[in-house]
């Protein structure tokens, strides 16, 4: 028997773990960016049982344990919550900003959420300049980092074999390099930087070890 890493029959838990954890830590905020964006993501995963939103609950739950670590803590899990609203939902930068009543906290990450953004509205992005982009974003970098990590973490046995060997390759060739590239920018957050390559890293070796049977 597999046993999941994040059992569908708990999501209602972790989400309201994460909303209490954000009001106890009078992250208001961010508590504004989980609410606002919770409305839009209310399927299921590919997996056709875990909620949609679970997706961002568990990676906010993983960044929340490197908190001691980041430059803007609060603003980084405020874009945990935004990070697939452009590209899945058509938000503009504006919306995103307006959720807040901080002006700066707003900007940065309605920035730091573009700068994640691949795809808005039929327009692709070149992705060289998106990964600079995100290696040039204390914010960016991390989120989209700890994305990859939950991506990988659930993939098993709902991506097909050859779709997890794409994401292994870009893992390698562009998420790993522009991690590197992000400690070396911002070297306040190196023990996020380092504390999430190697999650990468180990996710993807399982990932491989599971598709070598």
């Not at 609410?35 to 739950?61: L, M, S, W, Y």
């Not at 900003?97 to 940065?108: R, S």
Request: aromatic share 12%; charged share 25%; hydrophobic share 40%.
């Amino acid at each position: 028997m597999t046993v999941h890493p994040f059992p569908s029959d708990a999501a209602n838990r972790r989400f309201l773990a994460m909303k209490y954890w954000l009001l106890g830590a009078k992250y208001h905020e961010a508590l504004r960016s989980l609410n606002f964006n919770q409305r839009f993501f209310t399927g299921v995963r590919k997996d056709g049982i875990t909620p949609e939103f679970d997706h961002h609950i568990c990676q906010a739950q993983f960044m929340r344990t490197l908190i001691p670590h980041l430059i803007y803590p609060e603003q980084t899990i405020a874009t945990i919550f935004t990070h697939d609203t452009q590209e899945d939902k058509d938000v503009s930068w504006q919306e995103i900003k307006d959720i807040f009543e901080d002006h700066q906290f707003g900007l940065l990450v309605a920035d730091a959420t573009w700068k994640v953004t691949k795809v808005f509205r039929g327009e692709k992005r070149n992705e060289a300049q998106l990964f600079q982009d995100m290696a040039s974003c204390p914010i960016a970098s991390l989120v989209k980092g700890v994305d990859r990590i939950h991506n990988f973490q659930t993939m098993v046995g709902v991506f097909s074999k050859e779709k997890q060997e794409k994401y292994i390759k870009e893992g390698i060739d562009l998420f790993l390099p522009m991690l590197k590239e992000a400690e070396r920018n911002f070297p306040q957050q190196e023990p996020a930087y380092k504390n999430i390559r190697t999650f990468l890293k180990s996710q993807m070796q399982l990932l491989q070890v599971i598709n070598s049977h």
